[in-house]
């Protein structure tokens, strides 16, 4: 069987393969710096202990299954009062009481996706139905 125009099957199958790598290309340029979250904000700037719900290091890593914990407490078991180990206590909310203090969102949570490169839109998901806090641009 003879292939029509085969050189611009090859043509068009090498434009693909750099379309679809651009992601990586473009990528391994910018990965270098670091994210630095700002913890910069009014609510955060007027505490006297510059501390999260939990410990900083726990919070970086299970900021996510806290969250998870909060809504099912809220959702399934009507609960909203959370006391941390410290005797602190929070309203188990991500607008009312996460962003309360981190009310900078796009300089503190976004800055950790983009890095941590978690597709655009998957975070953001939350705030589909949750209020992000408003910021000047
Ligand atoms: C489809 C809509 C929807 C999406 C998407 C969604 N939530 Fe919720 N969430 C709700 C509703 C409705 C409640 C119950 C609100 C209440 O009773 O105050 C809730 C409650 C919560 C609560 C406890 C109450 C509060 O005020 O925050 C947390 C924490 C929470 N969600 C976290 C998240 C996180 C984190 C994500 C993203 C990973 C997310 N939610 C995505 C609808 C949604
Ligand atoms: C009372 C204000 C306050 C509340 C409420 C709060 N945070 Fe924090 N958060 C802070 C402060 C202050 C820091 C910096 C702590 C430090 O440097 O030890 C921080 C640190 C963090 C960090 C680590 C940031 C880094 O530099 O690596 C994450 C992640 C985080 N918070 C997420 C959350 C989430 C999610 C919630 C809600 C479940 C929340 N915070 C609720 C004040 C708050
Ligand atoms: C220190 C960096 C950092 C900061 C600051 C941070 N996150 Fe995250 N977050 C991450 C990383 C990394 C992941 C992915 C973890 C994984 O996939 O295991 C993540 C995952 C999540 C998830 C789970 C997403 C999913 O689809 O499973 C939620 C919800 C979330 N973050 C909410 C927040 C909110 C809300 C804030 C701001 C108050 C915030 N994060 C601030 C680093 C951060």
């Not at 270098?32 to 700002?38: F, G, L, N």
């Amino acid at each position: 069987m003879k292939i029509y125009n085969g050189k611009y099957i090859l043509a068009g199958l090498g434009i693909f393969i750099v379309l679809v790598t651009v992601p990586i290309w473009y990528n391994m340029g910018k990965a270098a710096p670091a994210p630095k979250p700002s913890i910069d904000t009014p609510v955060i700037n007027q505490l006297k202990e510059k501390q999260c719900v939990l410990p900083k290091a726990e919070m970086i890593t299970g900021h996510m299954q806290l969250l998870n914990d909060w809504r099912t407490e809220v959702v399934r078991n009507s609960k909203r009062l959370y006391v941390a180990a410290d005797g602190k206590k929070y309203n188990m909310s991500l607008q009312n009481e996460c962003m309360r203090c981190h009310s900078n969102k796009s300089q503190f949570c976004d800055t950790c996706h983009n890095y941590a490169g978690l597709a655009t839109g998957q975070i953001p998901y939350c705030w589909t139905c949750h209020v992000a806090p408003k910021e000047a641009k």
